[in-house]
Each structure stands twice: as structure tokens, then as C-alpha cells.
């Protein structure tokens, strides 16, 4: 792993107002530069999403310039006066992109691909085109806001469980309020950690279950819980 950390600052313009080699590179093979809006659209709206929570968000960057493609870890800090960047795990090269980041850009058929921070709070989400559950305002808005969590069978959430031990997780049933009505999903994910160690949040994915699967999920509620009978 590369251990060099790359810095950049930015106003509360979204303007880069300084920023080491690498990145500079970046933004003038884009058409900016120094005092311009940032030109890394995938950087601009994690940047963006930062500052509107005042909090520190961590993520993988892909982008490419003209002679290679990059691969590295980002962290946008925000402040008062904009935000700063540190980049590391810097990576040029044609290099094949890691599961988590496949699973990023190939959402499951009928299902959705997402990212949340270390508070469950949203930071990506991505859908297939036929997927019956397209959010709105998701950006920001956590699990539980953004869908009904159900319990399991002994009446513990596994999403929850995984927070506080920070490792990965599945069979998460949820519910929200879809174009076709009310959806059954169920959610899968690993936890991230940035180049520190330090734990960031979760990857994963949200597949649309069956409709008998969905009855049967509800019979099940129906039966841990008399008022639901």
C-alpha cells in the first residue's frame, strides 16, 4: 500500500484552492484548475455530501486521466470554511476494479447497491432501471428513515448487531414504500475501513424478495407480535 497522503483544500464554493501534484493533475487534465469548481464529479458530490452533514466521510475513488487509471482511498474533513481532502492508497494503472467496487457500478437485477457511514446515514445508492423502489432525498437520510427494519426470527436486527461489532451482515429484512406499493427487500453487507483501520460504514446490496417470501415474512411478524393478528 502506498502510505502517501494527498492534499487538497477546498472553499465552501466547492472551488479547489490548493492541492498537491497528483491531485492538481487531475483537475487540470479535466479543463480546471487551481480557484475552479472541483472537475472530479464522483469527488465534487462526496464532497458536497460532507459539507451538508458536517461530517467526515470516507470512500474508494475511480477516476482516470489521460495515461492511467486511479484508485485510491479519499477522506473529505469538513470545516466552517469548506473541507479538506486527504487521498491515500494512491494507485495508477490498468488495474482490475475490487468486488465492492463492481458491485458499486452492477447493481443486482431488481435490487440496489448502496453505501452508508458509520451512523447508517446514506452516502450511495444505486438501483437497477426496473427496480420497484426509487427513494427520493436519500442522501443524508439513514436506514431506518429510509426503510422499516424488521426483526429476525429471535427479534434482533442484524444490521445492528453488525454495527457494533463492525464486521459484515445479511438477511437484514426491511420494507419501504415503493412505485408498486409497499416492498419487501433484504440487505446484505461488509463493513469498510479506510486506509487507518479506522471502521467508515457499510457496502452492500438490497434484493427485492418474492412475494411469497414477503408473506411469509409477514405471517412471521404477524405471530412475534399479537397487535399485528
Not at 24 to 35: D, E, V
Not at 182 to 209: H, K, N, S, Y
Request: charged share 20%.
Amino acid at each position: 500500500m502506498n502510505e502517501r497522503v494527498i492534499h487538497g483544500r477546498i472553499d465552501r464554493a466547492g472551488a479547489l484552492i490548493s492541492a498537491d501534484a497528483p491531485l492538481l493533475r487531475l483537475q487540470q487534465r479535466a479543463g480546471a484548475g487551481i480557484g475552479k469548481p472541483l472537475a472530479l464529479p464522483h469527488l465534487a458530490r462526496l464532497v458536497a455530501l460532507a459539507q451538508r452533514l458536517q461530517r467526515d466521510l470516507s470512500r474508494p475513488l475511480y477516476t482516470a486521466d489521460d495515461h492511467s487509471d486511479i484508485h485510491a482511498l479519499v477522506r473529505v474533513l469538513p470545516d466552517g470554511d469548506g473541507a479538506s481532502l486527504e487521498i491515500s492508497d494512491w494507485r495508477a494503472g490498468a488495474m482490475p476494479m475490487p468486488q465492492a467496487a463492481t458491485a458499486d457500478t452492477a447493481p443486482p437485477l431488481h435490487g440496489w447497491t448502496w453505501e452508508c457511514d458509520q451512523q447508517l446515514r446514506m452516502i450511495a445508492l444505486q438501483g437497477a432501471a426496473d427496480a420497484p423502489f426509487a427513494p427520493a432525498e436519500w442522501e443524508g437520510r439513514s436506514l431506518s428513515e429510509l426503510f422499516e427494519l424488521q426483526p429476525d426470527e429471535q427479534g434482533r436486527f442484524p444490521v445492528l448487531r453488525a454495527l457494533a461489532s463492525q464486521s459484515r451482515f445479511e438477511g437484514q429484512r426491511v420494507r419501504a414504500d415503493g412505485s408498486a406499493g409497499r416492498v419487501a427487500m433484504t440487505l446484505a453487507a461488509a463493513p469498510i475501513f479506510d486506509a487507518t483501520g479506522r471502521f467508515t460504514g457499510f457496502r452492500g446490496e438490497a434484493d427485492v424478495e418474492s412475494e411469497a417470501a414477503a408473506l411469509a415474512g409477514s405471517a412471521t411478524a404477524a405471530l412475534a407480535d399479537p397487535a399485528l393478528g
